[in-house]
């Protein structure tokens, strides 16, 4: 599976509250959501944001809550991968559970700029930055994890019979 989109780039410890502000999670309305996903950091960001845009940010991305709300906003919005230098671990597995991909790569993302076009290809890792001509290695994706992000989030991929094996089970 790969991606290719325009970076929206940010810096460190961008937290669930301001990609999506607590104001907001009085819904349960994706597209409500996605509205006003990074408001409180980008107020340009949902007329700027295209489907299959790509987000890339330092440390600690996705620290503050557990909530799931923030995943959700960023994938509604039309981004298709977000390149961090890390993640916060639940803001990690919320993203993996509702199938938002996202990479660590601490050299792609100090070194990819904003509005660069990249491509990333998930079962090798490899992310391409066709703007600057460069390439990283990432960790890739193991097969399940692909799965649940081409089946669109962890229920879809069960519900789907994604994640079984040939001999049966998960």
Do not use: W
């Not at 107020?43 to 995943?71: L, M, Q, W, Y």
């Not at 890390?86 to 509005?115: D, H, M, T």
């Amino acid at each position: 599976m790969r991606v290719k989109g325009n970076v929206l780039k940010y810096g460190n410890n961008v937290d669930t509250d301001v990609i999506i502000p607590a104001r907001y999670l009085n819904t349960a309305d994706k597209k409500e959501l996605a509205s006003h996903c990074m408001e409180d950091i980008d107020k340009s960001f949902v007329t700027r944001v295209k489907r299959g845009d790509i987000i890339v940010a330092g440390e600690n991305f996705g620290c503050g809550s557990s909530r799931e709300h923030a995943p959700i906003a960023i994938k509604e919005s039309g981004i298709s991968l977000i390149i961090a230098t890390s993640f916060a671990r639940i803001f990690y597995r919320n993203a993996i559970n509702i199938g938002l991909a996202i990479i660590e790569c601490k050299q792609a993302a100090e070194e990819i700029c904003e509005g660069d076009l990249v491509e990333v290809d998930f079962g090798t890792g490899i992310i391409k930055n066709i703007t600057q001509d460069k390439e990283y290695e990432a960790m890739p994706f193991p097969p399940f994890i692909q799965k649940i992000i081409e089946a669109g989030g962890l229920v879809e991929a069960v519900n789907k019979g994604s994640l079984r094996e040939e001999k049966g089970g998960i």
